[in-house]
Antibody, heavy 120, light 107 residues
């Protein structure tokens, strides 16, 4: 079964750091670009960051640039999001999503999400 | 910056057709995708590359994209189709843009 499982969320104070992880299974991880998409409570979807299959191409939304670092470990089928200098507006459910470049040009698989709450 | 605008809500009677629009500058020049999100669940891809349905998505879901507007059509809408729908396109900056979202209610 194709699956993405996020972890690492929690309650954190403003200005602190958090590292999210996404474990992939059921497919050849290094065949795909991977992304993080977030959703603030009661709000819509917001793309956060993406990384190509070989880590050569990385991009960030303007809202997080300079504070967030995406990375991946293909040997461990894992995607990461290092979040520094967290702000209240970073409070959201963070989804890991697979981008299918070959067939769909879309986010075809999503994890269940991990909640990040930034509050003092 | 690119923005994709959707109507906040659409109401439809069971068995009728629901039409959800997504407007953006020269959207027809890009591929549009659509995602369904039911309460408490993760998004699910229902349309990709403007018109194609992933395996397992019912035929009542269809899409089109031309000019500045992409459209998701749900024919013969069922109660199970209730939820939020988001369009999405790939652009130069920001790279991956989602629409504002539309809540579909089946009355």
């Amino acid at each position: 079964e194709v699956q993405l499982v996020e972890s690492g969320g929690g309650l954190v104070q403003p200005g602190r750091s958090l590292r999210l992880s996404c474990a992939a299974s059921g497919f050849t991880f290094d065949d795909y670009d991977m992304h993080w998409v977030r959703q603030a409570p009661g709000k819509g979807l917001e793309w956060v960051s993406g990384i190509s299959w070989d880590s050569d191409n990385i991009d960030y939304a303007d809202s997080v640039k300079g504070r967030i670092t995406i990375s991946r470990d293909n040997a461990k089928n894992s995607l990461f999001l290092q979040m520094d200098s967290l702000r209240a507006e970073d409070t959201a459910l963070y989804y890991c999503a697979r981008w299918d470049t070959e067939s769909a040009d879309a986010f075809d698989i999503w994890g269940q999400g991990t909640m990040v709450t930034v509050s003092s | 910056s690119s923005e994709l605008t959707q109507p906040p809500s659409v109401s439809v009677s069971p068995g009728q057709t629901a039409t959800i629009t997504c407007s953006g500058d020269k959207l027809g020049d890009k591929y549009a995708s659509w995602y369904q999100q039911k309460p408490g669940q993760s998004p699910v891809l229902v349309i990709y590359q403007d018109t194609k349905r992933p395996s397992g998505i019912p035929e009542r879901f269809s899409g089109s994209n031309s000019g500045n507007t992409a459209t998701l059509t749900i024919s013969g809408t069922q109660a199970m189709d209730e939820g939020d729908y988001y369009c999405q396109a790939w652009d130069s900056r920001p790279a991956y843009v989602f629409g504002t979202g539309t809540q579909v209610t089946v009355l």
